[in-house]
Protein backbone atom coordinates (compact mmCIF):
# COMPACT_ATOMS: atom_id res chain seq x y z
CA UNK A 1 0.00 0.00 0.00
CA UNK A 2 1.52 3.11 -1.05
CA UNK A 3 1.84 5.84 1.61
CA UNK A 4 -1.18 8.83 1.33
CA UNK A 5 0.45 12.06 0.17
CA UNK A 6 1.53 13.82 3.41
CA UNK A 7 2.13 17.72 4.06
CA UNK A 8 3.98 19.45 5.93
CA UNK A 9 2.14 22.66 7.54
CA UNK A 10 4.44 25.23 8.69
CA UNK A 11 3.56 24.64 12.45
CA UNK A 12 4.48 20.89 11.88
CA UNK A 13 8.04 22.15 12.36
CA UNK A 14 7.77 22.62 15.81
CA UNK A 15 7.25 18.97 16.45
CA UNK A 16 10.45 18.91 15.32
CA UNK A 17 11.91 21.52 17.50
CA UNK A 18 9.78 20.08 20.34
CA UNK A 19 11.02 16.40 20.33
CA UNK A 20 13.95 15.88 17.44
CA UNK A 21 15.92 18.77 18.12
CA UNK A 22 16.42 17.89 21.60
CA UNK A 23 17.92 15.01 21.17
CA UNK A 24 20.11 15.91 18.27
CA UNK A 25 21.62 19.39 20.28
CA UNK A 26 25.12 17.90 21.23
CA UNK A 27 26.51 21.17 23.01
CA UNK A 28 27.13 20.59 26.54
CA UNK A 29 26.96 22.93 29.48
CA UNK A 30 28.28 23.21 33.13
CA UNK A 31 27.17 21.73 35.43
CA UNK A 32 23.87 20.67 33.52
CA UNK A 33 25.48 18.75 30.44
CA UNK A 34 21.71 18.33 29.57
CA UNK A 35 20.97 21.77 30.18
CA UNK A 36 20.53 22.92 26.22
CA UNK A 37 19.06 19.88 25.71
CA UNK A 38 16.36 20.45 28.58
CA UNK A 39 15.44 23.98 27.04
CA UNK A 40 15.55 23.44 23.73
CA UNK A 41 13.02 20.61 24.13
CA UNK A 42 10.78 24.08 26.37
CA UNK A 43 10.97 26.37 23.42
CA UNK A 44 9.64 23.51 21.05
CA UNK A 45 6.73 22.71 22.93
CA UNK A 46 6.49 26.53 23.49
CA UNK A 47 5.99 26.76 19.64
CA UNK A 48 4.05 23.81 19.16
CA UNK A 49 1.42 25.17 21.54
CA UNK A 50 1.56 28.87 19.56
CA UNK A 51 1.31 27.22 15.99
CA UNK A 52 -1.03 24.28 17.09
CA UNK A 53 -4.37 24.39 15.91
CA UNK A 54 -7.80 22.28 15.95
CA UNK A 55 -8.63 21.45 19.55
CA UNK A 56 -12.32 19.74 19.96
CA UNK A 57 -15.04 20.74 21.58
CA UNK A 58 -16.63 19.21 24.60
CA UNK A 59 -16.17 17.31 27.43
CA UNK A 60 -13.20 14.83 27.13
CA UNK A 61 -13.22 11.39 29.20
CA UNK A 62 -9.88 10.62 31.17
CA UNK A 63 -8.69 14.67 30.76
CA UNK A 64 -9.93 16.19 34.45
CA UNK A 65 -8.35 13.24 36.36
CA UNK A 66 -5.00 13.33 34.02
CA UNK A 67 -4.96 17.02 34.95
CA UNK A 68 -6.19 16.32 38.28
CA UNK A 69 -2.65 14.28 38.85
CA UNK A 70 -0.19 16.20 37.27
CA UNK A 71 -1.79 19.81 39.38
CA UNK A 72 -1.90 17.99 42.43
CA UNK A 73 1.92 16.89 41.67
CA UNK A 74 2.35 20.71 41.21
CA UNK A 75 1.15 21.87 43.98
CA UNK A 76 3.72 19.46 46.47
CA UNK A 77 6.47 20.95 43.77
CA UNK A 78 5.31 24.88 44.78
CA UNK A 79 6.34 23.84 48.14
CA UNK A 80 10.14 23.45 47.32
CA UNK A 81 9.89 27.02 45.60
CA UNK A 82 12.06 28.49 48.95
CA UNK A 83 14.93 26.04 48.70
CA UNK A 84 15.61 27.05 45.12
CA UNK A 85 13.72 24.65 43.57
CA UNK A 86 11.74 26.66 41.15
CA UNK A 87 12.64 24.78 37.75
CA UNK A 88 10.56 21.50 38.96
CA UNK A 89 7.74 23.09 39.43
CA UNK A 90 7.75 25.63 35.70
CA UNK A 91 8.35 21.99 34.13
CA UNK A 92 5.51 20.49 35.74
CA UNK A 93 3.21 23.53 34.97
CA UNK A 94 4.30 23.29 31.44
CA UNK A 95 3.75 19.78 30.87
CA UNK A 96 0.15 20.26 32.10
CA UNK A 97 0.06 22.75 29.59
CA UNK A 98 0.82 20.63 26.96
CA UNK A 99 -1.74 18.08 28.86
CA UNK A 100 -4.55 19.96 28.20
CA UNK A 101 -3.51 21.31 24.83
CA UNK A 102 -3.07 17.66 23.00
CA UNK A 103 -6.52 16.19 24.89
CA UNK A 104 -7.72 19.21 23.15
CA UNK A 105 -6.14 18.62 19.50
CA UNK A 106 -7.25 14.82 19.51
CA UNK A 107 -4.99 12.55 17.06
CA UNK A 108 -4.37 16.10 14.81
CA UNK A 109 -1.26 16.24 16.51
CA UNK A 110 0.09 12.18 15.87
CA UNK A 111 1.59 12.53 12.43
CA UNK A 112 3.92 15.62 12.77
CA UNK A 113 5.12 14.26 16.30
CA UNK A 114 5.70 10.54 14.44
CA UNK A 115 7.52 11.54 11.78
CA UNK A 116 9.56 14.13 14.09
CA UNK A 117 10.65 10.94 16.34
CA UNK A 118 11.83 9.26 13.21
CA UNK A 119 14.06 11.62 12.33
CA UNK A 120 15.70 12.04 15.26
CA UNK A 121 15.68 8.63 15.87
CA UNK A 122 17.53 7.49 12.97
CA UNK A 123 19.65 10.46 13.99
CA UNK A 124 20.48 8.64 17.67
CA UNK A 125 21.29 5.72 15.38
CA UNK A 126 23.91 8.33 13.15
CA UNK A 127 25.37 9.44 16.59
CA UNK A 128 25.51 6.02 17.97
CA UNK A 129 27.39 4.19 15.22
CA UNK A 130 29.49 7.35 15.33
CA UNK A 131 30.08 7.67 19.22
CA UNK A 132 30.94 3.62 19.24
CA UNK A 133 32.99 3.09 15.95
CA UNK A 134 34.44 6.55 15.30
CA UNK A 135 34.87 8.28 18.41
CA UNK A 136 37.33 10.27 16.86
CA UNK A 137 34.97 12.17 14.81
CA UNK A 138 32.75 13.24 17.62
CA UNK A 139 33.58 17.04 17.72
CA UNK A 140 31.04 18.23 21.03
CA UNK A 141 29.12 19.80 18.19
CA UNK A 142 27.03 17.76 16.23
CA UNK A 143 27.68 14.50 17.84
CA UNK A 144 28.96 14.60 21.83
CA UNK A 145 32.36 13.26 22.93
CA UNK A 146 31.99 9.95 24.33
CA UNK A 147 32.85 9.38 27.86
CA UNK A 148 31.84 6.20 28.31
CA UNK A 149 33.94 3.77 26.57
CA UNK A 150 32.66 0.53 25.35
CA UNK A 151 29.05 1.75 24.58
CA UNK A 152 27.18 4.85 22.96
CA UNK A 153 25.52 7.35 25.03
CA UNK A 154 23.64 9.28 22.05
CA UNK A 155 23.66 13.37 22.35
CA UNK A 156 21.69 12.98 25.49
CA UNK A 157 24.80 11.74 27.07
CA UNK A 158 22.94 9.01 29.04
CA UNK A 159 23.02 5.45 27.46
CA UNK A 160 19.60 4.73 29.14
CA UNK A 161 18.33 7.91 27.59
CA UNK A 162 19.48 7.01 24.15
CA UNK A 163 17.79 3.68 24.40
CA UNK A 164 14.38 5.17 25.97
CA UNK A 165 14.24 7.94 22.52
CA UNK A 166 14.93 4.96 20.41
CA UNK A 167 11.79 2.57 21.65
CA UNK A 168 9.65 6.20 21.52
CA UNK A 169 10.80 6.50 17.86
CA UNK A 170 10.60 2.96 16.66
CA UNK A 171 7.01 3.24 18.44
CA UNK A 172 5.81 6.22 16.66
CA UNK A 173 7.60 4.36 13.32
CA UNK A 174 5.50 1.65 13.72
CA UNK A 175 2.33 4.00 14.00
CA UNK A 176 3.52 5.27 10.56
CA UNK A 177 3.85 1.74 9.15
CA UNK A 178 0.08 0.95 10.50
CA UNK A 179 -1.37 4.52 9.30
CA UNK A 180 0.18 3.67 5.65
CA UNK A 181 2.63 7.10 6.07
CA UNK A 182 5.46 4.76 5.30
CA UNK A 183 5.82 2.00 3.49
CA UNK A 184 7.04 -1.42 5.06
CA UNK A 185 10.38 -1.58 3.93
CA UNK A 186 11.61 1.76 5.29
CA UNK A 187 9.89 1.46 8.26
CA UNK A 188 11.34 -2.18 8.99
CA UNK A 189 14.93 -0.96 8.06
CA UNK A 190 14.61 1.86 10.63
CA UNK A 191 13.46 0.30 13.17
CA UNK A 192 16.12 -2.38 12.90
CA UNK A 193 18.31 0.11 12.89
CA UNK A 194 17.30 1.49 15.93
CA UNK A 195 17.42 -1.60 17.57
CA UNK A 196 21.03 -1.52 16.97
CA UNK A 197 21.65 1.40 18.52
CA UNK A 198 20.28 0.50 21.60
CA UNK A 199 22.50 -2.56 21.58
CA UNK A 200 25.31 -0.51 21.09
CA UNK A 201 24.11 1.95 24.24
CA UNK A 202 24.46 -1.22 26.33
CA UNK A 203 21.30 0.06 28.33
CA UNK A 204 19.64 -3.05 30.18
CA UNK A 205 16.35 -0.45 30.81
CA UNK A 206 16.27 -0.59 26.95
CA UNK A 207 17.12 -4.47 26.55
CA UNK A 208 13.84 -4.96 28.83
CA UNK A 209 11.83 -2.19 26.95
CA UNK A 210 11.97 -4.38 23.87
CA UNK A 211 9.59 -6.96 25.97
CA UNK A 212 7.23 -4.32 25.75
CA UNK A 213 7.50 -4.08 21.65
CA UNK A 214 7.02 -8.54 21.91
CA UNK A 215 4.11 -7.61 24.04
CA UNK A 216 2.15 -5.02 21.31
CA UNK A 217 2.88 -6.76 18.63
CA UNK A 218 1.45 -10.25 20.23
CA UNK A 219 -1.52 -8.48 21.83
CA UNK A 220 -2.49 -5.75 18.74
CA UNK A 221 -3.86 -7.55 15.79
CA UNK A 222 -4.96 -4.16 14.42
CA UNK A 223 -0.98 -3.96 13.33
CA UNK A 224 -0.06 -4.86 9.56
CA UNK A 225 1.32 -8.30 10.18
CA UNK A 226 4.78 -7.57 8.53
CA UNK A 227 4.69 -4.77 11.21
CA UNK A 228 3.87 -6.88 13.93
CA UNK A 229 6.57 -9.53 12.88
CA UNK A 230 9.13 -6.79 12.80
CA UNK A 231 8.17 -5.52 16.29
CA UNK A 232 8.05 -9.54 17.76
CA UNK A 233 11.45 -10.08 16.66
CA UNK A 234 13.25 -6.88 18.36
CA UNK A 235 14.28 -8.57 21.22
CA UNK A 236 15.78 -11.18 18.63
CA UNK A 237 17.48 -8.47 16.58
CA UNK A 238 18.91 -7.06 20.08
CA UNK A 239 20.15 -10.30 20.65
CA UNK A 240 21.70 -10.75 17.44
CA UNK A 241 23.46 -7.43 17.53
CA UNK A 242 24.65 -7.91 20.99
CA UNK A 243 26.58 -11.14 20.00
CA UNK A 244 27.77 -9.41 16.54
CA UNK A 245 29.09 -6.69 18.53
CA UNK A 246 30.85 -8.87 20.86
CA UNK A 247 32.41 -10.71 18.49
CA UNK A 248 33.65 -7.28 17.02
CA UNK A 249 35.31 -6.45 20.25
CA UNK A 250 37.33 -9.28 20.40
CA UNK A 251 38.42 -9.30 17.30
CA UNK A 252 39.28 -5.27 17.11
CA UNK A 253 40.21 -5.18 21.26
CA UNK A 254 38.27 -2.91 21.66
CA UNK A 255 35.39 -2.49 24.28
CA UNK A 256 31.72 -3.58 24.04
CA UNK A 257 30.45 -2.36 27.38
CA UNK A 258 27.16 -4.80 28.23
CA UNK A 259 29.47 -7.93 27.38
CA UNK A 260 32.27 -6.88 29.86
CA UNK A 261 29.36 -6.30 32.53
CA UNK A 262 28.32 -9.72 32.30
CA UNK A 263 32.08 -11.01 32.89
CA UNK A 264 31.89 -8.68 36.44
CA UNK A 265 30.97 -9.62 39.42
CA UNK A 266 29.63 -6.47 40.52
CA UNK A 267 25.77 -4.85 41.75
CA UNK A 268 23.79 -6.31 38.67
CA UNK A 269 21.55 -3.39 40.19
CA UNK A 270 23.98 -0.49 40.20
CA UNK A 271 23.08 0.06 43.58
CA UNK A 272 19.09 0.13 42.85
CA UNK A 273 18.50 -2.65 45.23
CA UNK A 274 20.23 -0.90 48.25
CA UNK A 275 18.40 2.28 47.66
CA UNK A 276 15.29 1.10 47.30
CA UNK A 277 15.73 -0.30 50.89
CA UNK A 278 17.20 2.78 52.14
CA UNK A 279 13.95 4.47 50.49
CA UNK A 280 11.27 2.13 52.15
CA UNK A 281 12.73 2.43 55.14
CA UNK A 282 12.20 6.36 55.19
CA UNK A 283 8.66 6.01 54.13
CA UNK A 284 8.36 3.80 56.86
CA UNK A 285 9.64 6.90 59.20
CA UNK A 286 7.41 9.44 56.90
CA UNK A 287 4.74 7.06 55.93
CA UNK A 288 1.90 10.12 55.99
CA UNK A 289 3.26 13.25 54.94
CA UNK A 290 6.57 12.28 53.56
CA UNK A 291 10.24 14.19 53.80
CA UNK A 292 8.82 16.87 51.29
CA UNK A 293 8.73 17.51 47.30
CA UNK A 294 12.58 17.40 46.02
CA UNK A 295 13.96 16.87 49.75
CA UNK A 296 14.82 12.70 49.26
CA UNK A 297 18.45 13.49 48.94
CA UNK A 298 18.57 15.84 52.10
CA UNK A 299 16.43 13.36 54.07
CA UNK A 300 18.38 10.08 52.86
CA UNK A 301 22.12 11.61 53.18
CA UNK A 302 20.94 13.14 57.03
CA UNK A 303 19.53 9.37 58.01
CA UNK A 304 21.35 6.56 59.24
CA UNK A 305 22.01 3.86 57.03
CA UNK A 306 25.20 1.73 57.97
CA UNK A 307 24.58 -0.24 54.36
CA UNK A 308 24.32 3.06 52.27
CA UNK A 309 25.34 2.67 48.54
CA UNK A 310 28.75 4.79 48.39
CA UNK A 311 27.42 6.61 45.40
CA UNK A 312 25.09 10.09 46.55
CA UNK A 313 21.76 9.67 45.16
CA UNK A 314 19.40 12.70 44.76
CA UNK A 315 16.26 10.07 43.19
CA UNK A 316 15.16 6.83 44.32
CA UNK A 317 15.39 5.51 40.65
CA UNK A 318 11.70 4.13 41.07
CA UNK A 319 8.64 7.31 40.55
CA UNK A 320 6.06 5.52 42.63
CA UNK A 321 8.39 5.37 45.39
CA UNK A 322 10.06 8.35 44.66
CA UNK A 323 6.21 10.09 44.89
CA UNK A 324 5.80 8.16 48.20
CA UNK A 325 9.02 9.11 49.84
CA UNK A 326 8.42 12.34 49.28
CA UNK A 327 5.15 13.16 49.49
CA UNK A 328 3.48 10.52 51.54
CA UNK A 329 1.33 6.91 50.58
CA UNK A 330 -1.87 9.12 50.79
CA UNK A 331 -1.24 11.78 48.49
CA UNK A 332 0.77 8.75 46.10
CA UNK A 333 -1.77 6.70 46.12
CA UNK A 334 -3.83 9.65 44.84
CA UNK A 335 -1.55 11.20 42.09
CA UNK A 336 -1.66 7.13 40.78
CA UNK A 337 -5.01 6.67 41.72
CA UNK A 338 -5.97 9.55 39.20
CA UNK A 339 -3.53 8.63 36.29
CA UNK A 340 -5.37 4.93 36.85
CA UNK A 341 -8.75 6.34 36.18
CA UNK A 342 -7.78 8.87 33.48
CA UNK A 343 -6.44 5.59 31.48
CA UNK A 344 -9.42 3.72 32.23
CA UNK A 345 -11.70 6.65 31.12
CA UNK A 346 -9.36 6.69 27.92
CA UNK A 347 -9.80 2.87 26.87
CA UNK A 348 -12.09 3.92 24.01
CA UNK A 349 -8.43 4.75 22.31
CA UNK A 350 -7.25 1.29 22.60
CA UNK A 351 -10.70 0.08 20.76
CA UNK A 352 -9.14 0.88 17.45
CA UNK A 353 -11.63 0.06 14.61
CA UNK A 354 -10.33 -1.91 10.95
CA UNK A 355 -11.74 1.07 9.49
CA UNK A 356 -9.43 3.23 11.46
CA UNK A 357 -5.78 2.13 10.72
CA UNK A 358 -4.14 5.50 11.63
CA UNK A 359 -5.79 5.78 14.84
CA UNK A 360 -3.09 6.90 17.27
CA UNK A 361 -4.32 5.41 20.86
CA UNK A 362 -2.41 2.23 21.05
CA UNK A 363 0.62 3.65 19.88
CA UNK A 364 0.99 6.78 22.43
CA UNK A 365 -0.48 4.12 24.90
CA UNK A 366 2.41 1.84 24.16
CA UNK A 367 4.93 4.77 24.02
CA UNK A 368 3.77 5.87 27.57
CA UNK A 369 4.41 2.59 28.91
CA UNK A 370 7.88 2.61 27.31
CA UNK A 371 8.40 5.91 29.60
CA UNK A 372 6.70 4.09 32.60
CA UNK A 373 9.16 0.93 32.26
CA UNK A 374 12.00 3.26 32.23
CA UNK A 375 10.81 5.19 35.38
CA UNK A 376 10.71 2.19 37.77
CA UNK A 377 14.40 1.85 37.06
CA UNK A 378 15.31 5.42 36.77
CA UNK A 379 13.89 9.00 36.81
CA UNK A 380 13.62 10.06 32.94
CA UNK A 381 10.23 12.64 33.77
CA UNK A 382 12.66 15.02 35.71
CA UNK A 383 13.70 15.69 32.00
CA UNK A 384 11.81 18.12 29.66
CA UNK A 385 12.32 15.95 26.83
CA UNK A 386 10.73 13.29 28.09
CA UNK A 387 8.44 14.59 30.34
CA UNK A 388 6.70 16.73 27.78
CA UNK A 389 6.44 14.24 24.93
CA UNK A 390 4.84 11.77 27.92
CA UNK A 391 2.39 14.79 28.85
CA UNK A 392 1.64 14.61 25.20
CA UNK A 393 0.98 11.41 24.40
CA UNK A 394 -1.48 11.08 27.42
CA UNK A 395 -3.44 14.06 26.03
CA UNK A 396 -3.79 12.27 22.68
CA UNK A 397 -4.51 9.09 24.62
CA UNK A 398 -7.62 10.74 26.60
CA UNK A 399 -8.15 13.22 23.67
CA UNK A 400 -8.65 10.76 20.61
CA UNK A 401 -11.07 8.34 23.21
CA UNK A 402 -14.33 8.79 21.63
CA UNK A 403 -16.78 9.32 24.32
CA UNK A 404 -19.44 6.41 25.62
CA UNK A 405 -22.62 8.14 24.02
CA UNK A 406 -20.16 8.56 20.63
CA UNK A 407 -19.09 4.62 20.65
CA UNK A 408 -23.50 4.12 19.92
CA UNK A 409 -24.44 7.27 18.66
CA UNK A 410 -22.97 8.27 15.14
CA UNK A 411 -24.41 11.86 15.44
CA UNK A 412 -22.43 11.84 18.92
CA UNK A 413 -19.37 10.68 17.52
CA UNK A 414 -19.64 12.98 15.09
CA UNK A 415 -20.14 16.05 17.53
CA UNK A 416 -17.10 14.71 19.40
CA UNK A 417 -15.07 14.85 16.91
CA UNK A 418 -15.66 18.49 15.46
CA UNK A 419 -13.23 20.65 15.10
CA UNK A 420 -14.07 23.50 17.20
CA UNK A 421 -12.32 25.36 19.66
CA UNK A 422 -13.43 28.10 22.09
CA UNK A 423 -11.65 31.95 22.19
CA UNK A 424 -10.89 31.12 25.62
CA UNK A 425 -9.33 27.70 24.88
CA UNK A 426 -7.14 29.42 21.50
CA UNK A 427 -6.28 32.61 24.80
CA UNK A 428 -4.86 30.01 27.33
CA UNK A 429 -3.18 27.64 25.03
CA UNK A 430 -1.37 30.64 23.45
CA UNK A 431 -0.78 32.66 26.58
CA UNK A 432 1.06 29.27 27.97
CA UNK A 433 2.90 28.91 24.79
CA UNK A 434 4.08 32.78 25.36
CA UNK A 435 5.10 32.32 28.66
CA UNK A 436 6.99 28.89 28.14
CA UNK A 437 9.41 30.29 24.94
CA UNK A 438 9.70 33.75 27.79
CA UNK A 439 10.78 31.10 30.44
CA UNK A 440 13.33 29.16 28.22
CA UNK A 441 15.04 32.64 26.83
CA UNK A 442 15.01 33.57 30.84
CA UNK A 443 16.64 29.94 31.49
CA UNK A 444 19.03 30.54 29.52
CA UNK A 445 20.31 33.64 30.23
CA UNK A 446 20.26 32.68 33.87
CA UNK A 447 22.45 29.79 33.26
CA UNK A 448 24.74 31.60 31.59
CA UNK A 449 25.53 32.98 35.04
CA UNK A 450 26.41 29.77 36.22
CA UNK A 451 27.99 29.05 33.49
CA UNK A 452 30.64 31.88 34.07
CA UNK A 453 31.02 30.36 37.19
CA UNK A 454 32.18 26.88 36.39
CA UNK A 455 33.75 27.64 32.63
CA UNK A 456 34.93 31.35 32.98
CA UNK A 457 35.80 33.09 29.14
CA UNK A 458 38.84 34.25 28.96
CA UNK A 459 38.68 37.90 30.78
CA UNK A 460 36.24 36.74 32.93
CA UNK A 461 35.77 38.77 36.21
CA UNK A 462 37.70 36.93 39.65
CA UNK A 463 35.82 34.07 41.03
CA UNK A 464 34.10 35.60 43.75
CA UNK A 465 32.15 38.46 41.93
CA UNK A 466 31.06 35.84 39.28
CA UNK A 467 29.47 33.77 42.31
CA UNK A 468 28.16 36.82 43.65
CA UNK A 469 26.37 37.59 40.06
CA UNK A 470 25.17 33.71 40.12
CA UNK A 471 23.59 33.84 43.50
CA UNK A 472 21.30 36.46 42.15
CA UNK A 473 20.04 33.14 39.84
CA UNK A 474 16.19 32.68 40.40
CA UNK A 475 16.65 29.27 38.44
CA UNK A 476 20.03 27.74 39.16
CA UNK A 477 21.41 30.04 42.28
CA UNK A 478 22.06 26.84 44.03
CA UNK A 479 24.98 25.95 41.84
CA UNK A 480 26.79 29.48 42.78
CA UNK A 481 25.59 29.24 46.38
CA UNK A 482 27.48 25.36 46.03
CA UNK A 483 30.69 27.41 44.62
CA UNK A 484 30.38 29.99 47.38
CA UNK A 485 30.31 27.71 50.60
CA UNK A 486 33.03 25.33 48.57
CA UNK A 487 35.59 27.19 47.54
CA UNK A 488 37.89 29.50 49.77
CA UNK A 489 37.45 31.93 51.05
CA UNK A 490 34.71 30.14 52.07
CA UNK A 491 30.89 31.64 52.52
CA UNK A 492 30.55 30.25 56.54
CA UNK A 493 26.79 31.19 56.87
CA UNK A 494 24.55 28.46 57.17
CA UNK A 495 21.99 30.17 54.96
CA UNK A 496 23.96 29.65 52.41
CA UNK A 497 24.29 25.82 52.43
CA UNK A 498 20.19 25.93 52.09
CA UNK A 499 19.61 26.33 48.33
CA UNK A 500 22.48 23.23 47.25
CA UNK A 501 22.20 20.58 50.63
CA UNK A 502 18.25 20.40 48.57
CA UNK A 503 19.82 19.65 45.43
CA UNK A 504 22.79 17.08 45.96
CA UNK A 505 25.32 16.50 48.84
CA UNK A 506 28.55 15.87 47.84
CA UNK A 507 32.07 14.68 49.87
CA UNK A 508 33.04 18.55 49.51
CA UNK A 509 29.36 20.21 50.14
CA UNK A 510 29.35 17.44 53.31
CA UNK A 511 32.53 18.57 54.55
CA UNK A 512 31.96 22.41 54.30
CA UNK A 513 28.98 22.33 55.96
CA UNK A 514 30.38 19.92 58.88
CA UNK A 515 32.88 22.94 59.36
CA UNK A 516 30.16 25.60 59.08
CA UNK A 517 28.13 23.28 61.51
CA UNK A 518 31.46 23.69 64.35
CA UNK A 519 32.23 27.31 63.76
CA UNK A 520 28.01 28.25 64.95
CA UNK A 521 28.92 26.14 67.83
CA UNK A 522 26.54 23.40 66.75
CA UNK A 523 28.75 20.33 67.71
CA UNK A 524 26.66 17.74 67.64
CA UNK A 525 24.87 18.22 64.71
CA UNK A 526 28.54 18.27 63.31
CA UNK A 527 29.15 15.25 64.70
CA UNK A 528 25.78 13.99 63.11
CA UNK A 529 26.90 15.13 59.71
CA UNK A 530 30.37 12.98 59.97
CA UNK A 531 29.08 10.19 60.83
CA UNK A 532 26.58 10.12 57.93
CA UNK A 533 29.93 10.96 55.72
CA UNK A 534 31.43 7.94 56.97
CA UNK A 535 28.91 5.48 56.13
CA UNK A 536 29.52 6.23 52.69
CA UNK A 537 32.85 4.24 52.54
CA UNK A 538 33.66 6.92 49.62
CA UNK A 539 37.90 7.23 48.67
CA UNK A 540 37.32 10.66 48.41
CA UNK A 541 36.43 11.09 51.50
CA UNK A 542 38.76 9.15 53.87
CA UNK A 543 41.38 12.04 53.92
CA UNK A 544 38.73 14.01 56.56
CA UNK A 545 38.86 10.66 58.86
CA UNK A 546 43.22 10.23 58.20
CA UNK A 547 43.56 11.40 61.39
CA UNK A 548 40.90 8.43 63.47
CA UNK A 549 43.52 5.81 63.63
CA UNK A 550 44.24 3.82 67.39
CA UNK A 551 48.00 5.12 67.43
CA UNK A 552 46.25 8.82 67.39
CA UNK A 553 46.51 9.86 71.16
CA UNK A 554 44.21 13.08 70.26
CA UNK A 555 41.07 12.36 68.42
CA UNK A 556 39.44 14.98 66.40
CA UNK A 557 35.42 15.01 67.03
CA UNK A 558 35.13 13.99 63.75
CA UNK A 559 36.59 10.01 64.84
CA UNK A 560 34.16 9.86 67.80
CA UNK A 561 31.28 6.99 66.55
CA UNK A 562 28.99 7.22 69.65
CA UNK A 563 25.22 8.09 67.99
CA UNK A 564 23.95 11.29 68.46
CA UNK A 565 20.38 11.78 69.16
CA UNK A 566 19.31 13.84 66.34
CA UNK A 567 17.83 13.33 63.08
CA UNK A 568 17.78 14.67 59.34
CA UNK A 569 15.15 17.42 60.16
CA UNK A 570 17.83 18.49 63.05
CA UNK A 571 20.54 19.40 59.93
CA UNK A 572 17.95 21.66 58.16
CA UNK A 573 20.06 25.33 57.55
Same mark, same amino acid.
Given at each position: ??? !? ?41 ? *? ?175 ? #? ?73 ? !? ?18 ? *? ?135 ? #?????? #? ?11 ? *? ?12 ? #? ?84
Amino acid at each position: MPP !AATQFPARDVSAFLAVALPLLLARSAVPDSVFYNQVAACAGWA *LWLLLGRGAGAGRIAGLEPAVAALALCLAFAGVGLDRGQAAPALLLAAALAVLVASARRGSGSTEAMAWAWLVGGLACVVVALLQYFAPSLADGWLVAVNGSPGRAIGNLRQPNHLATALLCAIVMTAWLWHAGRLRSIGAGAAIVAMVLAVALSASRTGALSLGVLLLWALLDRSL #PRAARWTLALTPLAYLLFWGALAEYALWQQAHFYAAERLQSSGDISSSRFAIWRNALSLVAQNPWTGVGWGNFNF !AWTFTPFPDRPVAFFDHTHN *LPLQLAVEIGVPATAAVLGLLAWALWRARGALRVDAQAPGHPGRAVFVMLVVLAVHSLLEYPLWYAYFLLPAAWALGVLVGSAAPASAATDPRARATAQAPARSAGEAWASGLAGVLMLAGAVYATWDHLRIEAIYA #PAPGAP #PLGLRIAEGRSSL *LFGHHADYAAVTNP #PRDPAISSFRRPLHQLVDVRLLIAYIEALRAEGRTDAALYAAQRLREFRRDDAQAYFAACTPQNPALPFQCETKPVALNWRDLEP
